[in-house]
């Protein structure tokens, strides 16, 4: 270690050259690579007028070097920008300069996570130190990563900090120290001195980031209202990651398990007037929205506490134990819910987020964490998209805003979401490729108006909610992948004409839960969104479990109830103008319909369960009824899902891509409604989505089938010569004005010849 190592980023655009061979012949070492995409500039152009993708791609290499190479790499490219020769010798850099649009040393800027350092600091205690996360360069040598470590704690400790422990997970190439830092230091941090924190300007350091949720909302206590429901008899579905629930409010006692081996409802901080967060997400998932009067789960839903009240803050608002590293806390947890035999647990809900780190373009620590435990575990996660509270507005003021009514008022919303896009990103973890990403809708269930000093953003309409985080994912990925009513957030009226508007923190609107206190109130936001889509993922477990006739085993439930939940998305109609790219703020769409519910006579829906190896396909059918001649809409939905084993080297991240065909067996189906395919599959998803409509008549009936192909691809440097399981659903739907009974005509067709587990053919 007394050659100081310093980190170099490639990045490149439209790279074809193999870097690994230029880093070898240069003595370098690779430590991450990642995608991103750019609007062309000055310096790159697409030549093409209408291009199929308007972005440039764009591929970040991080290098590890010594002074000596940064300082010849750095002049040679120098040299090559002014006269396209790297210099004498270097011939291998010449050819990897050709691919690149720019090089630079990894800085204290690149370093310090994007903080609203104004909105941090409101809800803290002055002069208490700050729990802080250091994460560190993942070198391949255990030694140097040791020694690394060893550096960077001295360096807290030197700045007057303390080291409280750290943690080197080699499969998601994490490797972090959490620490405190004094209160003086970090606020003059804050203020733009990087000199206060001295191991911000560590060579060794990838990210430094303050700690804390975000969570604080204020909920106004309300009466409970009446209910009879029996207390759940069925097998457990949902597991819920987040604070200590009051387990013995009316609403939740005897249908909660709390799993709690930290014996965080101990915690003498942990009073059961705090336990705000825990109960509100498990009373949205045992409950939904009180106030829609539907019937609570089936089965119990476990909690595993994770948050506890921080003593550090205003409001003591649930954080994580400071002792813990999340990554490191997330394994923990999952062994503990899934380590031991199958339960029936499938589904894990997450509406947790860290506030610090928006995703831009590098996964982070606890989205690589949350993708390698749901491929180990076979289980599907569900993650809150995050929210952010204030809108600043493009073409208006506040008052010019309250002005408008109706779909004028929604349109100068969207243009404001647009104007402050980098600014709203969906945070971490809800890039994790494996999970369901959910955004907000302004939608619940109440029935009240806006009265008070406040006023609806969307005047009463349906739309996203102005107050959820927008995507996309990785390699820009559809992210969120759904939405669900978030309930109406209410915005403040200020007395004063400002440029920006902000969400009111206590309303009588929002999605009903029960509060730790013992009554009820109104929440907003992604978080009861999330929790809303884990209670219906949990109904279609059981309906995998029932239609399959078998013990699906967790992996195979994970990826039916996932397609299942996606397929009945649709975007509202008449919400989003031509100008707003809905598919990034709402992703497939919003839960339309559950499959749960069954099906009406004149639609069909099949369920295809299996498995498949690298380079297998397998062809599906549905069996066309009879009544199609007429020119009465026929609709068809085609969605697939699987969980993905990943490899953080590699900058396409996800090692297993399913495809899926377009159906054939109806002439000249059209391009899809709602999202194209290119969009669909664009980026590191692990879901896709379509739906076309048509109006013609088919000359097909029974007898005939509409087909499509899955197909499997190892990616990300290969995939393990293991299946990997998946599912698919697909619809046939005709108006009801056709007078086709789908649903009786397919399932008689289907019963005599239905293959559960189908075997792939290879691709030749």
């Known amino acids: 270690m007394a050659d100081p190592q310093l980190v170099l980023v490639f990045e490149g655009v439209e790279e074809r050259a193999d870097l ?31 291009p199929r993708d308007p972005y440039v791609r764009s591929c970040l290499h991080a290098l590890c070097v010594d002074q000596r190479s940064l300082n010849r790499i750095l002049i040679a490219w120098r040299a090559w920008r002014r006269n396209g020769q790297a210099g004498s010798g270097l011939a291998e850099l010449s050819k990897l ?42 070198r391949r040598s255990a030694e140097l990563r040791l020694g690394a470590v060893q550096i960077v704690s001295n360096l807290i400790v030197s700045g007057g900090g303390e080291v409280i422990t750290f943690v080197d997970d080699p499969e998601t190439g994490y490797l972090a120290v959490k620490c405190t830092v004094p209160d003086e230091s970090l606020r003059q941090l804050a203020s733009g001195s990087l000199d206060a924190v001295q191991v911000v300007k560590s060579s060794h ?36 990651l987040d604070g200590v629930p009051a387990s013995n409010h009316p609403r939740l006692a005897g249908r909660v398990q709390i799993l709690d081996p930290d014996d965080l409802a101990s915690a003498t901080e942990s009073t059961v007037e705090l336990r705000r967060h825990g109960t509100w997400m498990t009373s949205a998932v045992v409950w939904g929205d009180i106030a829609a009067g539907e019937a609570p ?14 003593i550090d803050t205003v409001d003591q608002v649930e954080e994580f134990h400071p002792d813990v590293l999340v990554p490191d806390l997330m394994r923990k947890a999952f062994a503990d819910l899934f380590g031991g035999d199958d339960t029936g647990l499938t589904i894990v809900n997450i509406s947790l987020g860290d506030p610090t780190v928006p995703f831009d373009t590098l996964m982070s620590s606890w989205a690589r964490t949350l993708d390698a435990l749901s491929w180990h575990y076979g289980v599907l996660i569900v993650v809150s998209a995050g929210n952010v509270s204030r809108l600043h507005l493009a073409d208006h003021d506040s008052r010019s805003l309250i002005a408008l009514v109706g779909a004028d008022r929604s349109a100068a919303i969207h243009a404001a979401q647009l104007q402050t896009w980098t600014d709203r990103r969906i945070l971490s973890p809800a ?44 390699r820009r990925a559809i992210k969120p992948e759904v939405a669900a009513p978030g309930g109406r957030s209410m915005f403040v009226n200020p007395p004063l004409n400002q440029t920006f508007v902000e969400a009111a923190r206590s309303s009588v609107h929002g999605i009903r839960v029960a509060t730790p206190t013992g009554g009820e109130g109104q929440i907003v936001g992604t978080s009861p969104a999330a929790a809303l889509v884990s209670r219906k993922l949990a109904r279609l477990v059981d309906l995998a479990v029932e239609v399959s006739g078998e013990d699906l085993d967790r992996h195979h439930r994970a990826v039916a109830a996932k397609a299942m939940l996606v397929h009945g998305a649709r975007h509202p109609a008449d919400v989003f103008g031509p100008d707003f790219p809905a598919e990034a703020a709402i992703g497939y769409g919003a839960i339309s319909r559950d499959l749960a519910d069954g099906c009406a006579p004149n639609e069909a829906t099949l369920l295809f369960v299996g498995d498949l190896r690298h380079r297998q396909q397998q062809d ?26 990943v490899n953080w080297r590699h900058r396409q991240y996800r090692r297993a891509q399913m495809q899926l065909t377009k159906p054939t067996g109806f002439s000249a189906i059209p391009s899809s409604l709602d999202v194209s395919d290119a969009e669909a599959s664009r980026g590191s998803s692990t879901v896709k989505h379509q739906v076309w409509e048509l109006d013609r008549a088919i000359a097909a009936g029974i007898g005939s089938s509409l087909s499509a192909r899955v197909k499997f691809f190892g990616q990300a440097g290969g995939m393990p010569d293991e299946p990997v399981p998946y599912a698919v659903v697909l619809s046939l739907w005709v108006a009801p004005e056709a007078g086709v009974d789908v649903y009786t005509q397919v399932a008689e067709q289907i019963r005599p010849r239905i293959i559960i587990n189908p075997a792939g053919s290879n691709i030749s």
């Open 97 to 138: 300069f050709e691919h690149l649009k720019d090089v630079r040393q990894w800085g204290p800027i690149d370093r310090l996570r994007a903080v609203d350092w104004e909105e941090y600091l409101r809800h803290r205690i002055t002069g208490q130190s700050h729990l802080v996360e250091v994460e560190l360069w993942y």
């Open 205 to 240: 350091v990838l990210y430094v980031k303050v700690e804390g949720q975000g969570l604080l909302a204020s909920v106004e206590d309300q009466s409970i209202s009446d209910f009879e429901a029996a207390l759940p008899t069925g097998m457990p579905r949902v597991a819920v």
């Open 297 to 310: 789960l089936e089965g119990p839903v476990i909690v595993r506490p994770v948050l506890l009240p921080s």
């Open 20 to 50: 690994s061979v230029v880093a070898r012949a240069l003595g370098l070492e690779v430590l991450v690579e990642f995608e991103d995409a750019f609007e062309p500039d000055e310096d790159v152009a697409i030549l093409s007028p209408q």
């Open 431 to 474: 890039e994790s490729i494996n999970a369901v990403t959910v955004g907000a809708l302004h939608a619940d269930a109440s029935n009240t108006g806006p009265y008070g000093y406040v006023f609806d953003p969307h005047d009463g309409r349906l739309d996203v909610s102005p107050i959820s985080r927008l995507g996309g994912g990785h």
């Open 620 to 645: 599906l059918n549905i069996p066309l009824p009879d009544g199609l001649s007429t020119r009465d809409i026929k609709r068809i939905t085609a969605t697939v899902a699987w969980l993905s084993p």
